[in-house]
Nanobody, 121 residues
């Protein structure tokens, strides 16, 4: 009932920048927390950054000062601006959105399809 569409991944050289977007659609009454996670080959999925509906943010230590999460509530979209990218940032990046469904007001937590980010020279 809730669909998330990610965009913005790709190949970038070390030190470069990328911006990921994740747009939510479907029967949504409200959105609470929006976040980004990543999963590198052979590793578990890990939190990158989250942002609440009040705008409070939390970042993993390994991206502090380099990545910025933001959201546009009117567009139901969350962004991840990634600067000073390193080869170790290479991973599939997933967005996650939780909130309440329309009509039923049941809670939901949905994942995007994933966006490949490759940092390499």
């Amino acid at each position: 009932q809730v669909q998330l569409v990610e965009s913005g991944g790709g190949l970038v050289q070390p030190g470069g920048s990328l911006r990921l977007s994740c747009a939510a659609s479907g029967s949504i009454f409200s959105i609470n927390t929006m976040g980004w996670y990543r999963q590198a080959p052979g590793k578990q999925r890990e939190l990158v950054a989250i942002i609440t509906n009040y705008g409070s943010t939390n970042y993993a230590d390994f991206v502090k000062g380099r990545f910025t999460i933001s959201r546009d509530n009117a567009k139901k979209t969350v962004y991840l601006q990634m600067n000073s990218l390193k080869p170790e940032d290479t991973a599939v990046y997933f967005c996650n959105v939780d909130g309440l469904l329309g009509r039923t007001y049941d809670s939901f937590s949905s994942w995007g399809q994933g966006a490949q980010v490759t940092v390499s020279s």
